[in-house]
T-cell receptor, first 112, second 113 residues
Framework: DQQVKQNSPSLSVQEGRISILNCDYTNSMFDYFLWYKKYPAEGPTFLISISSIKDKNEDGRFTVFLNKSAKHLSLHIVPSQPGDSAVYFCAASVGAGNMLTFGGGTRLMVKP | EAGVAQSPRYKIIEKRQSVAFWCNPISGHATLYWYQQILGQGPKLLIQFQNNGVVDDSQLPKDRFSAERLKGVDSTLKIQPAKLEDSAVYLC???????????FGPGTRLTVT
């Protein structure tokens, strides 16, 4: 039973355009959500997080949106750069710092 | 600041053999995690330590997997005996404490033949 799902295994975007990565979850107890970025042969790197008391969090070119009623979150990258090409994982937990449940990942390719 | 170190980076073994992975977390980080990432899937938590005590090992297959964190610093994860389905990347992560962000090591890629 996958509690966190990323339904798009891959996404291709032109440099300078917006990248939108989506994530759905089923466990209504999740109240803390994170996005990680992973390059080949490296471990995941924390990108941005959001608590369920907010519906938006912004950090530079990265914005995460949370729709609790739809159990859906998305990561927006504007503008997209070739260096953003990586696999992006969303993750969720019940309480910040507790066990993370990861989605399957979306591979983003940003074309120059 | 040095990151999370893991060794070996790659390991190939035959099924029914034993294998051990080592992790050195970021200095001062109290919480240490071991994840298993099967190809095409997201990481799955196997075990979480707080200092040298186990916080969560509910997803650790205890019949073949074991982990320890002596003196609250380095940790080892062992598989004995290995099965084909254990082929995966084993990631170690650490955080300053709960609920701080987790920092991941590069992982150990295990292939069981």
């Amino acid at each position: 039973d996958q509690q966190v799902k990323q339904n798009s295994p891959s996404l291709s975007v032109q440099e300078g355009r917006i990248s939108i990565l989506n994530c759905d979850y089923t466990n209504s107890m999740f109240d803390y959500f994170l996005w990680y970025k992973k390059y080949p042969a490296e471990g995941p790197t924390f990108l941005i997080s959001i608590s369920s008391i907010k519906d938006k969090n912004e950090d530079g070119r990265f914005t995460v949106f949370l729709n609790k009623s739809a159990k859906h979150l998305s990561l927006h990258i504007v503008p997209s750069q070739p260096g953003d090409s990586a696999v992006y994982f969303c993750a969720a937990s019940v309480g910040a710092g507790n066990m993370l449940t990861f989605g399957g990942g979306t591979r983003l390719m940003v074309k120059p | 600041e040095a990151g999370v170190a893991q060794s070996p980076r790659y390991k190939i073994i035959e099924k029914r053999q034993s294998v051990a992975f080592w992790c050195n977390p970021i200095s001062g980080h109290a919480t240490l995690y071991w994840y298993q990432q099967i190809l095409g899937q997201g990481p799955k938590l196997l075990i979480q330590f707080q200092n040298n005590g186990v916080v969560d090992d509910s997803q650790l297959p205890k019949d073949r997997f074991s982990a320890e964190r002596l003196k609250g610093v380095d940790s080892t994860l062992k598989i004995q005996p290995a099965k084909l389905e254990d082929s995966a990347v084993y990631l170690c992560a650490s955080s300053l404490d709960v609920p701080y962000e987790q920092y991941f090591g590069p992982g150990t890629r295990l292939t069981v033949t």
